[in-house]
Each structure stands twice: as structure tokens, then as C-alpha cells.
């Protein structure tokens, strides 16, 4: 194997508080706060660079003004759909009521307020309507169940994050019909209308997985500006650098990594199921042979959603696994694939060896094989000598040192990366 770097262009610096502070005088939100205001504001579960600064600074701001903000899970059925999950899902980004200074609202409960255009149902939080004014902070990135004009970000969480284990299911119901970007536009069309949203941030990601752009929309342009913002976030994505490949190797997935554990739009694997063939079968790039996870982040406190769409994994990371909480959030997406549990064995070296003996027969000096953290962090990878070939003469990758030996510890499982 060989280290090879993805080159990328620099992550633009931001000195966030200052930036967002513009981004909220621009956006008029200060002349739409009296004095004491209570303002609900909505973070979701998504493992986000910055994402504790941020929410920091928007609270700084809100209270500047005069508002009395208090934190809000808005993150649909994650957490094992409790409040004390979801609370923990946040605590893991540095997130708590002593670190933010404002109190957590964590109740699951929610109201109906209006139905869409098929008569189903639109919920929103509780204690959010209690509220004067919502604030919605979130990722804006392609959906891994869909694709479209619309994609995972604000409109998203406003019928799903902030719509708890009901508005979840609820829009995922309707996605079954009606699909997923008219089900999420037409609900959250009944929450701007019907809940005083005082504004969205919105944060754009990079190849570096680092901040690359952070802005303030008020609540009436969200639906066109995010349009416009997912297809800056498209062309940010990081990708990986080949098109076929036989073997990928994750070290971890995770819900704070990807709604899927996994990003689809990475390992070209659909979340209603796949072809484990050797042979490209659909014009989804890239096509990938054989998918190995390795473990799962300590961040998705055992959610192992994505650990279906894997070939192979281990015993370790299948006793990580917290069946409440993946079977509590794949009934919720209905992306049912996602749950089931794969091949496993007790050490990497047997995963990877089992992997290499169904290629049919590739003798493994021939084996494209590719290892990589995790589906966000895409910009250092270990790649095995074929492509290597590949790589040499592109002027976006860089080989960094010699070929080694795959390194296993004593107990025969993988050396950090």
C-alpha cells in the first residue's frame, strides 16, 4: 500500500463570530427581536466542522439583541428517538447547556400544525411553537437518499429535525409516495408559513471537511437560496479519486459522519439495496467490488445505520452495534438495507482476506484496494500498488513515500492509519 493525498484548494479562513455577526445584520434578524424574546434554536446530529462555534456565536448574537435563546435537538429520530439520546448525540460535538450558557429543551414532543397537499400531517416541536421566534442551524450537502434540487439542509430539518420521531416517519411515509424532495419541500412549506422561523444558517463544507462557507437567510428565501447553495456544495464534495475499485476498507462510519453512516454519493451504493457484483451493473460511479467497515464511531453512540450497505465487517464492530437505536432510525427512513448486518470476522485480517478470496479469483498483487477514515475525510488514503498506476501522471493526486506491507497488530487487526 501506498499514502496518497487528494489535492485539494485551501479552505478559505473564516473568523466565524465576526462573519456571522454580518451575516445576521444582513439578514435584518436584530430588527425582528424585542427584548426577551425566547428563541428556539435547532442543531441537528451531523458531525460538523465548527459546528460548536457556530451555535456559540449565534447565541451570542441572538442574546446581544436581547433574546433569551435555548438549545434545541433537531434531529428526527436519532438518539434512539429519547431526549437524554439526543442530548448525548450533541454532548459529543461539545455541545451542553454549560459549554452554550443557554438551557436544552429535549422533549420529543410535537404538534400538528397544518397537512400537505395529499392530507398528511405536519408536526413540529413543542416546545419550538411555545417559542417566539426558530432558529435553524445546519449542513447544507446532497441527500444520500435521493437526488435532486434539494438535498440534506435546512428544509430538511425543519420537517424532520425539528418534526422529532413523528414528523421522521411522517415525511418518510410520504417520500415513499410522493418521493423525498416533494415530501420534505411541501412540509416544510406548511412550517414557514404556519411558525415565526427568524432565520437559517446555513454552513458549507469543503474537500478538507473544513468550513467553507457560513450564511444567514431569512425564512422566506430559505427554499431558493438553498437550491442555489447545494449546488456550491455539490461541487465541494469529496470524492474518491478512482471510478473501480475491488476492496474499499472503512475504518469507521457513523451517523456524525453521514445520515447513512456512509455517504452513497462516496461508495456508490443506493440505501434500498445493491448488486455486490464485479462488474459495474448500474451508471452509479464509483463501482466498488467489496466494502469492509471496520468499526463505528464513538460519536453514533452504536447507531450502525450503513453497516448494510458493507460486504464485510468484524464481531467487534457488530457488538457495537445499539439495535435500538440503527432499528429505531432505518424504520424511521424506511431504507431498511441500511440494518442488515454483513459478514463478519473476529480480526481485519481475516475480513480482508475472506474480502480478496471472493474477487474471483484476482490474485491479490493485481487487488485495487483502497482505505480511507471515513467517507467525510477524503483527502489522505492508502492505496495498493495497481492503482498506484493510476494515480502516477494526475495532477490532482500525490504519492507520498514508498509501498509497504499491510501492517496488522499482534492480535491480526489493522495499525492506526
Known amino acids: 500500500m501506498l499514502e496518497l493525498r487528494q489535492a485539494y484548494p485551501p479552505s478559505p479562513r473564516l473568523e466565524l463570530a465576526g462573519h456571522l455577526k454580518e451575516e445576521f445584520a444582513k439578514a435584518g434578524v436584530g430588527s425582528k427581536i424585542t427584548p426577551g424574546m425566547r428563541i428556539a434554536v435547532g442543531v441537528g446530529s451531523r458531525g460538523i466542522t465548527n459546528l460548536s462555534e457556530i451555535v456559540r456565536a449565534v447565541l451570542g448574537i441572538l442574546q446581544d439583541a436581547g433574546a433569551k435563546p435555548f438549545l434545541l435537538p433537531a434531529m428526527g429520530s436519532h438518539g434512539g428517538a429519547t431526549p437524554d439520546g439526543q442530548q448525548k448525540v450533541l454532548e459529543e460535538f461539545g455541545i451542553t447547556p454549560t459549554a452554550m450558557?443557554?438551557?436544552?429543551?429535549?422533549?420529543?414532543?410535537?404538534?400538528?400544525?397544518?397537512?400537505?397537499?395529499?392530507?398528511?400531517?405536519?408536526?413540529?416541536?413543542?416546545?419550538?411553537?411555545?417559542?417566539?421566534?426558530?432558529?435553524?442551524?445546519?449542513?447544507?450537502?446532497?441527500?444520500?437518499?435521493?437526488?435532486?434540487?434539494?438535498?440534506?439542509?435546512?428544509?430538511?430539518?425543519?420537517?424532520?429535525?425539528?418534526?422529532?420521531?413523528?414528523?421522521?416517519?411522517?415525511?418518510?411515509?410520504?417520500?415513499?409516495?410522493?418521493?423525498?424532495?416533494?415530501?420534505?419541500?411541501?412540509?416544510?412549506?406548511?412550517?414557514?408559513?404556519?411558525?415565526?422561523?427568524?432565520?437559517?444558517?446555513?454552513?458549507?463544507?469543503?474537500?478538507?471537511?473544513?468550513?467553507?462557507?457560513?450564511?444567514?437567510?431569512?425564512?422566506?428565501?430559505?427554499?431558493?437560496?438553498?437550491?442555489?447553495?447545494?449546488?456550491?456544495?455539490?461541487?465541494?464534495?469529496?470524492?474518491?479519486?478512482?471510478?473501480?475499485?475491488?476492496?474499499?476498507?472503512?475504518?469507521?462510519?457513523?451517523?456524525?459522519?453521514?445520515?447513512?453512516?456512509?455517504?452513497?454519493?462516496?461508495?456508490?451504493?443506493?440505501?434500498?439495496?445493491?448488486?455486490?457484483?464485479?462488474?459495474p451493473v448500474s451508471a452509479l460511479k464509483p463501482h466498488i467490488s467489496r466494502i469492509f467497515v471496520r468499526d463505528l464511531s464513538a460519536a453514533t453512540h452504536g447507531n450502525g445505520i450503513g453497516i448494510g450497505l458493507a460486504d464485510f465487517t468484524t464481531t467487534r464492530a457488530v457488538k457495537a452495534l445499539n439495535l435500538n437505536y440503527t432499528y429505531t432510525n432505518v424504520l424511521t427512513s424506511l431504507g431498511l438495507a441500511c440494518a442488515k448486518i454483513p459478514m463478519y470476522f473476529d480480526t481485519d485480517r481475516e475480513a480482508i482476506a475472506k474480502a480478496i478470496d471472493s474477487l474471483a479469483g484476482t490474485s491479490p498483487e493485481k487487488v485495487r484496494i483502497v482505505r480511507i477514515t471515513d467517507t467525510l475525510n477524503l483527502n489522505r488514503l492508502l492505496i495498493s500498488e495497481p492503482l498506484a498506476e493510476l494515480a502516477r501522471g494526475r495532477a490532482d493526486l500525490k504519492i507520498v513515500g514508498a509501498a509497504k506491507e499491510i501492517e496488522f497488530d499482534g492480535a491480526g487487526n489493522l495499525l492506526p492509519f
Open 101 to 279: 450558557g443557554v438551557p436544552f429543551e429535549t422533549s420529543m414532543e410535537v404538534e400538528e400544525i397544518g397537512r400537505t397537499p395529499w392530507g398528511g400531517p405536519v408536526v413540529f416541536s413543542a416546545p419550538a411553537l411555545k417559542a417566539d421566534g426558530v432558529v435553524v442551524i445546519n449542513r447544507i450537502k446532497p441527500h444520500t437518499d435521493f437526488s435532486g434540487d434539494l438535498g440534506s439542509g435546512l428544509q430538511k430539518m425543519l420537517a424532520i429535525g425539528f418534526g422529532k420521531h413523528v414528523g421522521a416517519i411522517n415525511t418518510h411515509a410520504a417520500a415513499s409516495r410522493v418521493g423525498h424532495e416533494v415530501a420534505i419541500r411541501e412540509a416544510a412549506k406548511v412550517i414557514l408559513g404556519r411558525v415565526p422561523v427568524l432565520c437559517a444558517v446555513a454552513i458549507l463544507e469543503d474537500q478538507h471537511h473544513k468550513t467553507a462557507k457560513v450564511r444567514a437567510i431569512e425564512a422566506p428565501d430559505i427554499p431558493a437560496q438553498e437550491a442555489q447553495l447545494l449546488v456550491e456544495a455539490r461541487s465541494l464534495m469529496p470524492r474518491l479519486p478512482f471510478d473501480e475499485m475491488d476492496l474499499l476498507i472503512v475504518n469507521q462510519i457513523g451517523k456524525e459522519i453521514s445520515g447513512t453512516g456512509m455517504d452513497t454519493n462516496v461508495i456508490g451504493r443506493g440505501v434500498f439495496g445493491y448488486i455486490s457484483s464485479l462488474q
